[in-house]
């Protein structure tokens, strides 16, 4: 939304938009100023991009809003039962498949940017 508007967009029109509270936007467009993707203060100045869409790629995007919280697109279950086989070996065998998997996403996101939605919106 912030790249498609000729003017700064605010969060209550962004929380509207995609259906969701203005503080939870807030909390997003903090990540996103933070690494410098997005520029504005909150309320009527609003926001804007802090360069032209063809810039950032997906994956710069994917980092800044989910780096604080150490995201992982695929995780396991932190207490598997040692006393099952599955449970012994689930952890060494998906967490290697995981961070290839992973791998391949963020290679994928980092080929794509914000004028790559645009033209398919």
């Not at 100045?45 to 063809?54: D, F, K, R, W």
């Not at 710069?60 to 697109?73: C, G, R």
């Not at 995780?75 to 598997?80: G, S, Y």
């Amino acid at each position: 939304m912030i790249s498609e508007s000729p003017a700064p967009i605010n969060s209550e029109q962004m929380a509207e938009s995609v259906g969701t509270n203005s503080s939870y936007i807030r909390k997003v467009l903090a990540l996103l100023k933070k690494a410098e993707i997005v520029d504005g203060r909150r309320g009527i100045s609003g926001y804007s991009m802090t360069a032209a869409p063809e810039q950032p790629t997906l994956l710069q995007v994917y980092q800044a809003v989910t780096e604080e919280q150490k995201l992982h697109l695929l995780d396991i279950h932190q207490n598997p039962d040692d006393r099952c086989i599955v449970g012994r070996h689930i952890k060494p065998v998906l967490t290697g498949m995981f961070e290839d998997i992973e791998e391949d996403f963020a290679h994928s996101l980092a080929g794509k940017t914000l004028a790559d939605i645009r033209r398919r919106i």
